[in-house]
């Protein structure tokens, strides 16, 4: 009878702890991503490099990977787009920036936004298109994050647009092997 008792103790710990984690999961609001999302998520935790996105090729920075970044946004009307971006912004009152972006190694790559807005990324004189993206409008710890394969050695622009605040925290970094 106490092994008994014993047994059904432990099964209904198991139960109860399994129960607070499932519930503990569903308050996180970052857990709603279709990928990890845990070392995007670390980064964010960390205080940013506070930069001036560039209007033009000439003042945009660079930005290199696995490093979080606050961009500080210009008005979008004052931006000289590499491309035209591929989707239509807000017309009014949005902002937008330029940032090089440099990788060692050909792959796959995600970029990270703490908001969600419009994103391209430009190589060779072409719009680089998105292969996948993930987000959750509760979370703004990435809230937002798209996936490139992304060549190496070549001078690649990250164009954001349509931004509705004059600020992003961005991440690059290499998506992990699947």
Not at 32 to 49: C, R, T
Not at 141 to 164: E, H, W, Y
């Amino acid at each position: 009878m106490t092994l008994l008792r014993s047994s059904a103790l432990s099964w209904l710990t198991v139960l109860m702890l399994a129960s607070a984690t499932v519930a503990a999961a569903a308050d996180d609001p970052c857990s709603g991503f279709k990928w990890d999302v845990a070392h995007e998520h670390s980064l964010f935790s960390k205080a940013p490099e506070s930069i001036a996105a560039g209007h033009d090729m000439a003042s945009a920075p660079v930005m290199k990977a696995d490093q979080l970044y606050e961009l500080a946004l210009a008005p979008q009307d004052g931006v000289k787009f590499v491309l035209s971006p591929g989707k239509k912004g807000l017309p009014d009152g949005a902002f937008a920036g330029l940032v090089h972006l440099q990788v060692a190694a050909a792959g796959a790559y995600r970029v990270s936004l703490d908001q969600g807005f419009w994103i391209d990324v430009v190589g060779n004189q072409k719009l680089i298109e998105s292969t996948d993206f993930t987000g959750s409008h509760s979370c703004d710890g990435p809230r937002k994050i798209v996936l490139f394969n992304l060549p190496a050695g070549q001078d690649l622009v990250l164009q954001l647009s349509g931004a509705t605040k004059d600020r992003v925290r961005v991440t690059l970094t290499p998506a992990p092997a699947k």
